[in-house]
């Protein structure tokens, strides 16, 4: 019984770690893009700064989502039985 917790602690850990790395690099890859877009056509630096912020938000969402399940899994697990 406690290795199949320890199991469902090392899982949520791995939810979150990769998640956290995951959303870094997509935010961080979509910054530099929004940076030499504006930088090339300056005039469509609005439209696309609102796009972006809308997209960090998605990006933010799926990581939060995923924090959600880890704490479903770390709090009120459904495989194991007590």
């Excluded at 199949?4 to 997509?26: F, P, Q, R, T």
């Excluded at 929004?34 to 912020?53: G, H, I, V, Y």
Aim: glycine share 12%.
């Amino acid at each position: 019984m406690e290795n199949v917790l320890g199991l469902v602690a090392l899982a949520c850990g791995l939810i979150v770690g990769l998640g956290a790395i995951g959303a870094s690099i997509g935010i961080a890859l979509m910054g530099g893009k929004f940076l030499e877009a504006s930088a090339r056509q300056p005039e469509l630096m609005n439209d696309l700064q609102t796009k972006m912020f809308i997209l960090a938000g998605l990006i933010d969402a799926a990581f939060l989502i995923g924090v959600a399940i880890a704490l479903l899994f770390a709090f009120a697990n459904p495989f194991v039985l007590r």
